[in-house]
């Protein structure tokens, strides 16, 4: 795949439930080049090898990076490296997230991992979700495409082993051909923004608060529609576990933020009226 302009992200909670992953992306076509793998350094840290003297791109890392020998599936990742982020601590990295956060700065204004999935193309409060999640010890895995069909089989594949938080970004992440609904893309403007802004003028008419501040939140809900944990559930039921994740994120208040939050999922639910 040449274009790699779509990634498709999940989080796993173990180094074998990855291993199935990436050993099913391989049967399924994908290239070593196009899968991203993102993990602390303590886990599964008895099938490393040692440490090579390579080293990975200048400013991934604290201190440099050290290219390392990983047995078993993950070995066939390319530029697989041990690297430090600021405010996370020792991973290893796998794929073009290595780059990525080469590129980040790892430690700039938003810097180390949130940094890296910025300019990886996700939205910055959905990156710092993930950030959040590969804090608490979750596995990162990401799957880069060039078309929608590529980016359908990757989220098939992430779905099938068990992944969790599926996202994608870039222009095929509008494809939702699963129900036949359109989906918002990734970008921090969504294809409802206009739908967006005529209701933050209803709701929050005579106050002084300004659509720039809730239009996160707008996103965040209609992602959150699209994510496969959601699926076939009511918003009643799923609020806790949204709000959770909201207020994890630390960008605001529930109470202030949560009408703008719900309007973004039951607008691409179909439960509201363009």
Not at 191 to 210: E, K, N, S, W
Request: aromatic content about 10%.
């Amino acid at each position: 795949m040449a274009g790699k302009n779509t990634a498709v992200f999940g989080i796993y909670s173990s180094r074998a439930d990855v291993e199935g992953a990436v050993d099913a992306l391989k049967a399924d076509g994908f290239r070593n080049t196009d899968i991203s793998v993102l993990f602390p350094d303590n886990v599964g840290t008895k099938d490393f090898a040692h440490k090579k003297g390579t080293k990975a791109p200048e400013g991934a890392a604290t201190g440099g990076a050290a290219g390392i020998v990983v047995g078993g599936t993950l070995g066939w990742l390319a530029g697989i490296g041990s690297l430090a982020i600021p405010g996370l601590g020792p991973f290893i990295a796998a794929g073009p997230i290595v780059a990525a956060l080469a590129g980040a700065g790892a430690g700039g204004a938003v810097g180390g991992l949130a940094g890296a999935l910025v300019g990886m193309g996700i939205p910055e409060y959905e990156a710092k979700r993930y950030e959040g999640r590969v804090k608490e010890g979750g596995i990162l895995l990401s799957v880069h495409s060039d078309n929608s069909d590529w980016t359908r089989r990757a989220k098939d594949v992430l779905e099938r082993t068990g992944a969790k938080d599926i996202s994608s970004t870039g222009e095929a992440g509008a494809d939702f051909s699963k129900t036949d609904r359109p989906m918002p893309r990734s970008t921090g403007v969504s294809d409802y923004d206009a739908d967006y802004r005529r209701d933050f003028d209803t709701r929050y008419v005579g106050t002084a608060d300004r659509y720039e501040d809730y239009a996160p939140a707008y996103q965040f809900g209609a992602t959150c529609a699209t994510e496969t944990r959601y699926k076939n559930r009511e918003w009643e039921a799923i609020e806790p576990e949204v709000r959770r994740d909201w207020e994890t994120r630390g960008t605001g208040a529930w109470e202030r933020f949560k009408g703008s939050v719900q309007y973004g999922w039951d607008r691409v639910r179909g439960r509201r009226a363009a």
